[in-house]
């Protein structure tokens, strides 16, 4: 079993920048597969970024890409989104995923295996 948490949600305002962190546990972290997602009320809960470990690349959904960056520590067990430029619709519950192998699509939620429970991040204009 996996347990996986997420930190770092709160209040921005448009414009600025938020770092979210997510811990999980197991090994070797650095074969897991890591994604971001959110969630807004009676929405689907969207893709938004992923880590590859097996090619050590990133990907992520059009409405973030230049703005938003996710990262991995293997080292520490923690990976993190970090947010800049924030807007509005960015306003949603964050949650980290986790999949310990290789996800046929990593923008796919059905492919992760284990989730944080969410935090919560509020864009102010």
């Known amino acids: 079993q996996v347990e996986v948490e997420e930190s770092g949600g709160g209040l921005v305002q448009a414009g600025g920048s938020l770092r979210l962190s997510c811990t999980a546990s197991g090994r070797p972290f650095s074969r897991y597969a890591l994604a971001w997602f959110r969630q807004t009320p009676g929405r689907e809960r969207e893709f938004v970024a992923a880590?590859?470990?097996?090619?050590?690349?990133?990907y992520y959904a059009d409405s973030v890409k230049g703005r938003f960056t996710i990262s991995r520590d293997n080292a520490k067990n923690m990976f993190y989104l970090y947010m800049n430029t924030t807007n509005p619709d960015g306003t949603a519950v964050y949650y980290c995923a986790v999949k310990a192998g290789i996800p046929a699509a990593l923008y796919l939620k059905r492919e992760y295996d284990y989730w944080g429970q969410g935090t919560q991040v509020t864009v102010s204009a």
């Open positions: 880590d590859n470990w097996i090619r050590g690349t990133q």
